[in-house]
């Protein structure tokens, strides 16, 4: 590579560096900064619409570096934090506009989520079980992903893969809420064991617990699908075409 293109590199690097947008943090009611997202970021999610299931939670993967490689704090983001990152990035990147359906709508008209709206830790129990729940950190959910991911790839008949992923999917998202399990005198620290130990102790927890444990994680759901929920019940889809013009 040429000292010239080294040069013009450098110099296009540091623009990026400098073109950022402010986003309001959820977890945190505080302001954070981002830098825009790059082409080779956006190929990335274009490319993963290729991969069938696997692709769909690569992409989970994908946007969660992005906002981590971006955010020019040092900061630790939750899941809930996700729609108004991408939706600021996608303003500042696409625009505000937005077509659906046919339809134009503005991402400006979208609710916005506070900490209030979130109850960001909660211990539910049954019999002598008790589980203490937390909204998942991207660093968590990002490291579940790809143990789940590695799973799925062994699985290489599409239609086994495809009857397999339900449960698969539900069993590791479940323990991405898990801070910790306490039977009796006996407490397992899920920051402590692998993914893998995770999904095998969720499996084997009562249905009456694991509902309880559901319904917290449903409670989280319902207030990030209204971050991207226009009046008219119309749904952003936070997908591999997300940052790309409509």
Do not use: W
Not at 100 to 112: H, K, Q, T
């Amino acid at each position: 590579m040429s000292s010239d293109v080294k040069s013009f590199l450098n110099s296009l690097q540091e623009l990026n560096n400098a073109n950022t947008v402010t986003v309001k943090i959820p977890s945190i009611a505080k302001k954070a900064s981002f830098k825009l997202a790059s082409v080779s970021q956006q190929k990335k999610l274009i490319s993963s619409a290729f991969d069938g299931i696997d692709g769909v939670v690569k992409r989970v993967n994908i946007f969660n570096d992005l906002i981590t490689d971006n955010s020019v704090e040092d900061q630790e983001y939750l899941i809930i934090d996700k729609p108004a990152i991408l939706l600021g990035l996608r303003r500042e990147s696409v625009g505000s506009k937005i077509t659906i359906n046919d339809a134009e709508y503005d991402i400006d008209d979208l609710p916005s989520i506070k900490k209030s709206d979130v109850k960001l830790k909660s211990t539910v129990s049954h019999d002598e079980i008790a589980v203490d729940l937390s909204v998942p950190t991207l660093s968590i959910d990002s490291a579940i992903n790809n143990k789940l991911i590695a799973e799925l790839a062994k699985i290489t008949d599409p239609s086994e893969k495809l009857k397999q992923s339900v449960g698969m999917v539900v069993s590791y998202e479940t323990s991405k809420y898990i801070d910790s399990i306490k039977i009796g005198e006996n407490t397992v620290v899920f920051s402590d064991i692998s993914s893998f130990e995770r999904k095998e102790i969720v499996n084997n927890l009562p249905l009456k617990l694991s509902n309880k444990i559901l319904d917290y994680i449903s409670s989280i759901k319902k207030v990030t699908d209204r971050a991207v929920t226009f009046d008219q019940e119309v749904m952003i889809e936070i997908n591999a075409s997300f940052l790309s013009t409509d």
